[in-house]
């Protein structure tokens, strides 16, 4: 019966992957068009394909639990709905943490790197939803700025690429300056997946002997004004703020 299972969470992740294609395909050419027609205003239009994304995705992660590619739960969500003029940071144990994680968000920007810009399928999805580029540092801050002075959320992996399992986690400093310099403080999401799944060193049909369980925690805010008045100094403000996160983000490797 478990090598049974097995295979059906190898053809369902499969399914599942398959019609996220699919939708990707359909979004990029078909109701991202749309929207471009019906909406001339740019802030309106980039709310309503991040709300389309969000549907979207919420469909997602609810086609791979109905079919047993994965099983979750998500503790706080109401809490993480309701969060505005922030950053969101958590660390990246799978491929499907920003799905998962953006299923839950009313509206959402993200970074994004460049390889995703360069997709012909992706470019079109990120560049309607207002994503930000994270290659230009000179205009990363302002870019950032902005978007918090409408009150939305920003999700950000501070690890930059998903973890190596068995392999101590370390933070890039970027979620830490983006949150000094533009003094907005930082909502803490923990990740886990048991048995650990969808990591970067494997594909996406090596599936474990049992099926995945992930645990989305919503943990409380962490404040930036206590980090810069410590010091007037945004540099070794972040480094303080960056080795905190790496604290609360890791809290079962601490």
């Known amino acids: 019966m478990k090598i049974i299972s097995q295979y059906w969470r190898i053809f369902a992740t499969g399914f599942c ?3 996220f294609g699919l939708g990707g395909l359909t979004l ?29 995705f919420n469909f997602f992660c609810k086609l791979m639990k109905a079919t047993g590619a994965i099983d979750y739960r998500i503790d706080g969500a109401e809490i993480l709905k309701q969060d ?12 499907i943490d920003y799905v998962l994680i953006a299923s839950q968000l009313p509206q959402c920007d993200c970074l994004v790197k460049s390889a995703i810009w360069s997709n012909p399928f992706m470019k079109h999805i990120v560049k309607a939803a207002g ?27 501070p690890e930059g690429t998903r973890t190596t399992p068995g392999v101590e986690s370390k933070l890039q400093r970027g979620a830490a300056q983006i949150a000094i310099r533009t003094e907005r403080d930082l909502r803490v999401i923990h990740i886990t997946v048991t ?3 969808l990591t970067k060193q494997k594909k996406w049909y090596q ?6 369980f992930f645990l989305i925690g919503v943990k409380d805010k962490v404040e930036v004004a206590p980090f810069i008045e410590q010091t007037n100094n945004p540099t070794s403000a972040a480094r303080r703020l960056n080795r905190h996160l790496a604290e609360v983000i890791f809290p079962v490797d601490k």
């Not at 930000?132 to 950000?156: A, H, K, Q, Y």
């Open 17 to 19: 992957f398959s019609v």
């Open 28 to 56: 990029s050419f078909i109701i991202i068009p749309l929207i471009r027609l019906t909406t001339r205003e740019q802030i309106k239009r980039e709310y309503r394909v991040q709300k389309v994304i969000r549907a979207t």
């Open 84 to 95: 505005r003029n922030c950053l969101i940071v958590a660390n990246h144990p799978s491929l």
């Open 131 to 157: 994503y930000i580029p994270n290659e230009t540092p000179d205009d990363l801050l302002s870019l950032c700025d902005e978007r918090f002075e409408r009150g939305n959320v920003l999700l950000v992996f």
């Open 195 to 197: 048995p650990s799944f």
């Open 207 to 212: 599936v474990p002997d049992t099926r995945p």
